[in-house]
């Protein structure tokens, strides 16, 4: 859905991140995070910036897990009424 006065494209190409696949609404942006020892963990995470689809895919112990719901303390906290 290109906005008004924007070119098609001309909004991946301004943030330079890949484009929501799920949502197409939405760009995936990286996350960084720190380990337990105190070293940064660059690009841990993408998310979509897409409040209503959050579509995120991360690395946990070199595991890939993908579309895990959003927890307190990230971006957004949409999703965390429990
Ligand atoms: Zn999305």
């Known amino acids: 859905m290109p ?3 924007h070119p098609k494209g001309a909004i991946l190409v301004e943030f ?3 484009e929501c696949r799920k949502c197409g609404n939405g760009h995936l942006v990286p996350l ?3 380990g337990s020892q105190g070293a940064s963990i660059t ?6 910036t897409n ?8 690395i946990r112990n070199g595991d890939l897990i ?11 906290t949409h999703r965390a009424q429990r």
């Not at 690009?43 to 979509?48: F, G, L």
């Not at 409040?51 to 991360?58: D, G, R, Y």
């Not at 993908?66 to 957004?76: F, K, L």
């Open 3 to 5: 906005l008004p006065n």
């Open 16 to 18: 330079g991140f890949p």
């Open 32 to 34: 960084s995070d720190f």
């Open 43 to 48: 690009y841990k995470a993408w998310i979509c």
């Open 51 to 58: 409040p209503q689809c959050l579509f995120n895919i991360k």
């Open 66 to 76: 993908i579309n895990e719901p959003v927890s307190d303390g990230s971006m957004y």
